[in-house]
Structures are given as C-alpha cells and as structure tokens.
C-alpha cells in the first residue's frame, strides 16, 4: 500500500553544518514529492516540491533530491541556523487521475545545536 | 495575513458533545482540504472539495463527521458526539485547483481539539 518512511526520527547537527533528512516512499506510481516544516504548535509550512521528471531542484539554501530507482528522497539543508528546528515531513501524491491527496510520513526532528 | 486561516485554535470539550471548525482558504484558492495529525505522526487525509463539491472522503471520516463548503469558499467541519480518540489537531489546506495537475497544498495553523 502507500507508506512514505523515514530513515531517522531525530536529527541534531552544529549551527552553520549542512543536514541532511531523508525519505523512502514505497509507491512508485507517485508523481509529487513534497517537503514540510513544522514547528510546535503551528501547521505544516511548505519548504520544496519536485516532481518525479526530476532528480533535483534548489531553493534558497535548500536542496531536494529524488532518487527513483531506490524510492528515495532527500532534503539537504545548507548553513542550518536555530529557526530550521523543527519536525521536517516527506509528502508524496500518488499518479492518480484527478488525485490531490498528500500520504505524509513519520516525521523527522531536526535541532540545531549552537 | 494572506494564508489559511482556521478557528478556533484550540478546543476543549467533553465525550459526546459536538464541535465545529472552520477554516478560510487563501484567496481565490478552488480547492480545500483538511487533514488529522495526531502526536507525533504526519497529517493523514480525510476529505477535500473543488470549490464547493466533496470529491473525496477519507475512510477515516467516519459518520459522526461532515464536512460543507457551502459557497466555495470557507469550510466548516463538525463532530458529533466526540469520543476521546477524535482528539488530535485538525489542520486545513488550500491550494489553487485551477488544473488537474498536482499543486502544492498550504496549511493554516490549524485546530487543536481535546476530548474529555
């Protein structure tokens, strides 16, 4: 069935070190991958998105990679400063005709150590 | 603010009795989702509309809930006769629905709900 994993729930790294979060998805029918951040208390805050014609896209200091033949996807998180913590999710949108529903994963906590 | 909007933020309310939450989608956006999170765990689905039709339930959406969009615009969902386990937070998203291709969602701040 669709199930979108991750390899570790937590995550601490040095303040100004670069991380990096990763995703296993087992449904290689899915389209759309997508990142969250969230923060205790608030909703999930998009971070970056690629599709699967994709093998990587860039935003500002951050980096997605998708990996198809493993079913993988990962979130790399350049200079990482005290406002990335947060719970990072991996999302994904299977190719279903007229689907728009989000499968989230687990979560992984990201703290930054000073 | 321009983004989701959702209220209440937090809601406190005994076994049995019902609740309503709303939710304003960003400007202009067709489509409206919402979404349960319980601790610790990544949303999971429960329904969503173009604009004011439901395209699409969640078989966690069992009868006790519904969900309206009356005008496509605001949405309200509701519980009837709460049960302990309905606690988690209830989030809703927006994105523009304009084509069938997958867009991104946004997600407002959502709504705590504890069950007594």
């Known amino acids: 069935g669709e199930s979108v994993g991750l390899h570790l729930p937590t995550l601490s790294v040095q303040e100004g070190d670069n991380s990096i979060i990763n995703c296993a998805y087992s449904?290689?029918?899915?389209?759309?991958f997508i990142w969250y951040k969230q923060e205790s208390g608030k909703g999930p805050q998009f971070i970056i998105d690629?599709?699967?014609?994709?093998d990587k896209r860039q935003g500002q200091r951050v980096t997605v990679l998708l990996n198809k033949t493993v079913k993988h996807l990962s979130l790399q998180i350049a200079a990482t400063q005290p406002g990335d913590s947060a719970v990072y999710f991996c999302?994904?949108?299977?190719?279903?005709?007229?689907?728009?529903?989000?499968?989230f994963g687990q979560g992984t906590r990201l703290t930054i150590n000073p | 603010d321009t983004g989701v909007s959702q209220d209440p933020r937090h809601k406190i309310t005994k076994r049995g009795q019902n609740v309503t939450f709303r939710c304003d989608p960003i400007?202009?956006?067709?489509?409206l989702y919402w979404y349960r999170q319980t601790l610790g765990q990544g949303p999971e689905f429960l329904t969503y509309?173009?604009?004011?039709?439901?395209?699409?339930k969640s078989r966690l959406l069992s009868d006790r809930f519904s969900a309206e969009r009356p005008k496509g615009s605001f949405s309200t969902l509701e519980i009837q006769r709460t049960e302990q386990g309905d606690s988690a937070m209830y989030l809703c998203?927006?994105?523009?629905?304009?084509?069938?291709?997958?867009?991104?969602?946004?997600f407002g701040p959502g709504t705590r709900l504890l069950v007594l």
């Open positions: 998203a927006s994105s523009l629905g304009r084509s069938t291709v997958t867009e991104t969602q946004y």
């Open positions: 449904n290689s029918a899915s389209d759309y």
């Open positions: 690629i599709r699967s014609n994709m």
């Open positions: 999302a994904e949108i299977p190719l279903i005709q007229g689907a728009q529903k989000l499968v």
């Open positions: 400007s202009e956006h067709n489509r």
């Open positions: 509309f173009q604009n004011e039709a439901q395209l699409e």
